[in-house]
């Protein structure tokens, strides 16, 4: 598998300068919440640095990008391209930097979650949600909830963000 540092390396320069930044603060929750939660702070660091690798792929090459890769969308993909990223991301790590199916699953369900999530899964989910650059009104309760209860932090999250996904008339 590959080392933090290589890809660290490759992803810098694969992303805009900002979204890279964003990479690092989502690495630099992951890491805090891994040792408060006992994760494995190397794997916690490969999928936090590539949980956005494919964010910055052109919404109109997404899907030409998921037939090279194999990825199958479903139909809310199909419409909701902003979530192609993380699946598409996921399928990446794997072929072009040896992920393991641990870390491709943390980046796969980064943004939409899913039932009976993993540890190093909700990690990144919470990570991604809280990172530094995060300005939202609720962003440090969240982070400040997710230090001492995880499941609680995804739970107030979602109660957040699926209110705010519909008021924008955003597919789920």
Do not use: W
């Amino acid at each position: 598998m590959v080392k933090y540092e290589d890809l660290y390396e490759e992803i810098k320069h694969m992303l805009s300068e900002k979204r890279f930044r964003h990479s690092e603060g989502v690495v630099k929750r992951a890491i805090e919440y891994a040792e408060i939660y006992n994760a494995d702070i190397e794997t916690v660091k490969l999928a936090a640095i590539a949980h956005d690798i494919a964010k910055e792929i052109p919404k109109e090459d997404r899907i030409p990008t998921c037939e090279k890769y194999g990825v199958e969308l479903d139909e809310i993909e199909k419409k909701q391209k902003s979530l192609i990223h993380a699946k598409l991301g996921a399928k990446i790590a794997e072929v072009e930097f040896g992920v393991d199916s641990e870390i491709s699953n943390a980046i796969k369900y980064h943004t939409t979650g899913r039932a009976n999530m993993s540890l190093l899964e909700k990690i990144i989910f919470i990570a991604d949600a809280t990172g530094v650059d995060r300005k939202y009104d609720d962003a440090t309760d969240l982070y400040e909830l997710a230090k001492k209860d995880l499941d609680k932090a995804m739970l107030h999250y979602q109660k957040v963000i699926i209110p705010d996904l519909l008021s924008q008339d955003k597919l789920i």
